[in-house]
């Protein structure tokens, strides 16, 4: 039995020992076993399959032989641990080189072998060969980065969505900045999330159908940004399967920008085209007269079917007198000309005719070269109709422009213009033609419709006349201002309003502008001191400013129509009525008509005011306006002075009186004294310089007085030095006169005898004594001197001579004239010196040549004189050889005759010194 027992297990064994190695050897895997040094000492068949070696070529060696020299030292130092833990080890990655050299990456698992002492053993090992899943891995993982490299930076956005749930599972950076969202935000987001509202619909349709695969492309789809913003993306889309998930992977592109410049170009495109077809017809002719583009206008302008220009060259359609010659747009433009502008006048286009100006510019090619023309008409017709039209017409109703500047009109009862004449032009600057049939309201001030709609109803409704002033629009768009008149009248049947509407535009302005400088002018009169008033033609008080009032001392209320009669006296207002009346019938003004009035509280004043009348605008007297100044104070001063002067007049008298009398007594001595002895004449010459002497002092002295030499004098001592001076004069005069009589009677004075002109003489004395006659007004006439006339004579003694007679015409005339009349006879140059004055009494004939002489009247002796002068006179004449004698009239004036013989001769001898002049 334990034999036997022995036998069947050593069998058993046996077969479960070639169980096992058909296992081993059926198994793909490689299997070995080492000993503690790692050397094999079991190669299972299958290396030769994997390896390329006879497991006997191996037997003997170790592992790290089989491998290339850096993975040896690699796996050597994992067994070397292994070893020391004396551990299992399950697959450990290692290269292998294959006999012909190939690397074979093997799968190797371990397991440590242990005697029954458990003494270890070695190993048993297991190699799998993995060679093609590494392989197969690695290129996963390249075209897994080249895809992840495509998916990170492709620029175009890539969305993964969950067909089911319809959630994002990846996201691109260019999606991401594409919608403004982080991936982590995206994944959390629906399809729906990123679309706006109202395509939500269509997104999730394409969604499904993308998903069924019926749809790879959506074209131009909204996208809802985080921020709001709205961007164009176009999808592209494929399905897939990730993670064991059907997705849509969404290729999104941003199509804003395209779109944008799609939409430039296509606006370009229109406006172009707009331009092109808009304005004038337009044609493009190239270099060989084909017409290339031409627009619609241009096809209307000559009658032609939509193509129909093309083909054609372009005198086939408008042969014009140019064409063919140097004139030709196309041959200037082509020779450089940047612009050629030509005006046609009166083309016949298909039986009409027509003006148009064309305008060619060169047409060019990208690169700048002139390629051909663009040529523009410009249709004038109507412009040019309208100026001859406007010509014609003006022509026409010239005469009556002239005459009317107003517009006729009719319209009917709606407002429509049924007629307007040509002064609509002039004042609206619309042709009639241009308004008839519009609606007069049509170009009414918005703020006058009201006014004017309602005038034209009351004159339909009342029948009355219509009389509106309203603002219209003028042509140029400035609102005039109109008034219109007119009625209703019955015109073939219908009713209507004619009549006639005036510019007042200027009329407007006037008044505005005399509103305006009334209120400036009120504006003043309320700030002057003067008073102001206005009263109406029966006197009572319509305006007046503040000054006026506190003239008066009465309030506004109270004197506003009040009659000035009120605060005058009875005298006063008959005086200022009469004054009144004298401005309203003469229309003379007044400037300083005086009144006596009574203020409020019972006070008199004098007022000084001036006095104009008011009229209306159509020139109608209505009333009287007037500047008033209180003039009480000055009026006071002035009969003050008054009171003086008549005080000082009176003392003046007596003064003179005493004068008079001490000058008579001088007189009557003088006269002894002339009428005596021989020794006269010395001693009034001696006397008369006596005289002489201190009279100059007093005149000189009194000079000065008179001009402040010693400080100004009051009013008395003025009056009294002024009496002082004339009497000085006067007696220094006199003297002087006596001197020259005594000394003409001592001959002692002799002529000065030389060729003299009469004019000349005339023309000094007329000087001197101008001065006199024209402060009386007097008329001085110069007879037979029509030419000159030269005498022998002494000529400051014929001067003093004809002075003298002049003076005394003056002195003793006052009105009429003084007249000089030269004359001659044979022998005689004959003076005549003629005045209209008093004429002198027959009885004072005899004394009038005597000394001290003058006629005994009230008003002779109210002049200065001394009675002297003719005396003189007389002398001077006959020193000559001549006589003097006079005729008079009382009443009716004198004329003093004097002679100067011819036979005057300019002697030869010596001149004689004369006394007068050492004097
Ligand atoms: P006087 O004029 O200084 O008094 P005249 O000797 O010149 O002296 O004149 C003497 C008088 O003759 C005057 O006082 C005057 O009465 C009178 N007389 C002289 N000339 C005229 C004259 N042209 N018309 C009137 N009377 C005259």
């Known amino acids: 039995m334990e034999k036997n027992e022995r036998k069947r297990m050593e069998e058993a064994l046996r077969e479960s020992e070639e169980k096992l190695r058909v296992l081993v050897e059926a198994i793909s895997d490689w299997i070995w076993e080492v000993d503690q040094n790692t050397i094999f000492t079991y190669i299972s068949p299958k290396v030769k399959h994997l390896l390329g070696y006879a497991p006997e070529e191996i037997i003997g060696k170790t592992p790290f032989d089989l491998m290339p020299l850096e993975e040896a030292e690699r796996v050597g130092k994992i067994f070397q641990k292994i070893t020391e833990a004396q551990e299992p080890f399950a697959r450990l990655e290692d290269i292998n080189l294959h006999k012909d050299g190939h690397r074979v990456v093997f799968e190797t698992s371990v397991m440590p072998i242990f005697d029954s002492n458990r003494g270890f053993m070695g190993f048993w090992g297991i190699n799998r060969d993995i060679t093609e899943q590494k392989q197969t891995e690695q290129k996963l993982k390249e075209s897994e980065a080249k895809n992840r490299t495509l998916f990170e930076t492709s620029a175009e956005g890539i969305l993964v969505a969950d067909i089911e749930t319809m959630k994002f599972n990846y996201a691109n950076p260019s999606i991401c900045r594409m919608l403004g969202y982080s991936e982590e935000e995206l994944k ?57 998930r059907e997705c849509n992977v969404g290729f999104y592109r941003d199509i804003i920008a395209r779109k944008k410049a799609e939409d430039q170009i296509k606006y370009a495109h229109s406006e172009l085209n707009q331009i092109f077809n808009g304005l004038f017809p337009m044609c493009v002719i190239d270099k060989n007269y084909n017409n290339i583009r031409v627009n619609d206008r241009f096809n209307s302008f000559y009658n032609l079917k939509k193509d129909e220009a093309y083909g054609k060259k372009c005198h086939e359609i408008r042969k014009g007198h140019r064409c063919f010659t140097n004139e030709c747009t196309m041959k200037q433009i082509i020779e450089g000309k940047e612009i050629v502008n030509y005006e046609i006048d009166k083309e016949l286009i298909k039986g009409k005719e027509f003006s148009f100006i064309i305008t060619a510019l060169p047409y060019r090619n990208p690169d700048g070269e002139t390629i051909g023309v663009i040529e523009t008409f410009m249709d004038t017709t109507e412009s040019k109709k309208a100026e001859q039209r406007l010509k014609e017409s003006k022509e026409k109703y010239s005469n009556l422009i002239n005459d009317i500047s107003d517009i006729i009109f009719r319209i009917d009862l709606n407002g429509i213009i049924k007629y307007f ?88 302005k006037m008044e505005i502008k005399l509103r305006e400088s009334e209120k400036k002018y009120r504006g003043i009169l309320e700030n002057i001191a003067e008073g102001y008033f206005e009263i109406d033609l029966r006197g009572n008080l319509i305006f007046f400013n503040e000054s006026y009032l506190n003239l008066l001392g009465y309030s506004r209320e109270e004197l506003l129509g009040l009659n000035y009669r009120k605060f005058m006296d009875e005298q006063g207002a008959r005086h200022a009525f009469e004054r009144l009346n004298y401005v309203y019938k003469t229309e003379n003004s007044l400037n300083d008509l005086q009144l006596e009035v009574i203020r409020k509280d019972g006070e008199k004043r004098f007022h000084q005011t001036s006095v104009n009348l008011i009229h209306d605008s159509r020139g109608k007297i209505i009333g009287f306006q007037g500047i008033v100044r209180d003039i009480t104070e000055k009026k006071k001063a002035e009969e003050l002075e008054q009171k003086f002067k008549e005080q000082l007049e009176d003392e003046v008298q007596i003064r003179t009186k005493e004068l008079k009398i001490a000058l008579e007594q001088q007189k009557l ?137 002049l003076d005394n015409a003056v002195k003793y005339t006052t009105k009429g004239k003084i007249t000089f009349i030269f004359k001659e006879d044979k022998e005689n140059w004959i003076f005549k010196v003629k005045d209209t004055g008093i004429g002198i009494d027959k009885k004072y004939f005899d004394i009038i040549f005597k000394e001290f002489k003058r006629v005994d009247s009230e008003y002779v002796s109210s002049l200065p004189g001394t009675g002297l002068g003719l005396s003189l006179t007389k002398r001077l004449v006959a020193l000559h050889g001549g006589t003097i004698s006079f005729t008079s009239k009382l009443g009716v004036g004198s004329t003093f005759i004097f002679t100067i013989p011819k036979s005057l001769s300019i002697p030869s001898g010596k001149k004689v010194e004369s006394f007068l002049d050492i004097l």
């Open 669 to 805: 001595y003088l006269d002894q004294i002339l009428q005596s002895s021989h020794i006269k004449d010395e001693f009034l010459a001696t006397m008369s310089h006596e005289l002489r002497t201190p009279l100059n002092a007093i005149i000189g002295f009194t000079d000065l007085l008179l001009e402040g030499g010693y400080g100004p004098l009051n009013r008395d001592h003025l009056e009294f030095v002024k009496d002082i001076k004339s009497s000085a004069e006067h007696q220094f005069e006199m003297v002087k006169d006596i001197l020259d009589i005594s000394k003409i009677e001592s001959g002692k004075i002799s002529l000065h005898l030389q060729e003299t002109s009469i004019k000349n003489i005339i023309e000094q004395i007329k000087s001197t004594v101008n001065p006199d006659y024209s402060k009386k007004d007097l008329k001085f006439e110069i007879k037979g001197l029509k030419n000159d006339k030269l005498i022998v004579a002494d000529p400051i003694k014929l001067k003093e001579i004809l002075i003298h007679l």
């Open 188 to 244: 959390k987001l629906h399809v729906s999330d990123i679309h706006p509202k109202y395509v939500l619909e269509q997104v999730i349709s394409e969604f499904e159908a993308q998903a069924r695969g019926e749809k790879e492309l959506a074209q131009n789809f909204p996208c809802l940004r985080k921020d709001g913003n709205i961007i164009w993306v176009e999808i592209n889309n494929t399905k897939t399967v990730i993670n064991g």
């Open 421 to 508: 004449s040509q002064q609509s032009y002039e004042i609206l600057g619309y042709l009639p033609e241009e308004l008839i049939d519009t609606n007069l309201l049509k170009k009414v001030h918005p703020d006058d419709l009201l006014k004017v709609a309602n005038n034209i109803r009351e004159t339909i409704e009342s029948k009355r006349e219509i009389n509106a002033d309203f603002k219209y629009q003028h042509k140029n768009g400035h609102y005039i201002h109109l008034s219109a008149k007119g009625r209703l009248v019955i015109k073939n049947g219908k009713e209507e309003i004619t009549g006639i509407i005036t510019d007042i535009t200027k009329k407007k």
